[in-house]
């Protein structure tokens, strides 16, 4: 078992880091085609949500939380997507889609269904910023890792 937390070079490569929650590293995925956080909690090793303990399955719960409320008010979707797969990519991650009856995909998965689509940077920067204005100032303490 490895002893140090490392974001997998497969999702880094297809995000942009958002923010930094008590559990999570919080990342925007790079498809303007659906707005799309991934939320990856900083525990080596973790593949499945049977491998933190009950503190963390409960911490990783209210950050995801967090994340679909932020979506919902920021982008009022018509659906809320939140799935844990890991079948491409083993480390333990939650997507958080806003989902639109008119997006690319609907009403199927958004998994394979059209080839990533870089968010320009003004389109990004713009996108983060009012998701992180939507994000509340965390009070409770960081989990400890």
Known sequence: ??????????????????ARWPLCEVQLMDDARYPWLILVPRIADARDLIDLDEAAR???QQEVDVASMA??????????????????VEQLHVHVIARFR????????????HPRLPRSDAARE?????????FPRFTFQEHPL
């Open 71 to 88: 979506l919902r008010k920021v982008l009022a979707p018509d659906k809320l997507n939140v799935a844990s797969l890991g079948n491409v």
């Open 126 to 134: 713009e996108l983060m910023g009012r998701l992180q204005s939507a």
């Open 58 to 60: 409960q911490q990783l």
């Open 1 to 18: 078992m490895s002893t140090s937390f490392a974001l997998d070079p497969r999702l880094a490569a297809d995000t942009h880091p958002l």
């Open 102 to 113: 008119n997006d690319d995909a609907w009403p199927a998965p958004v998994w394979g269904a």
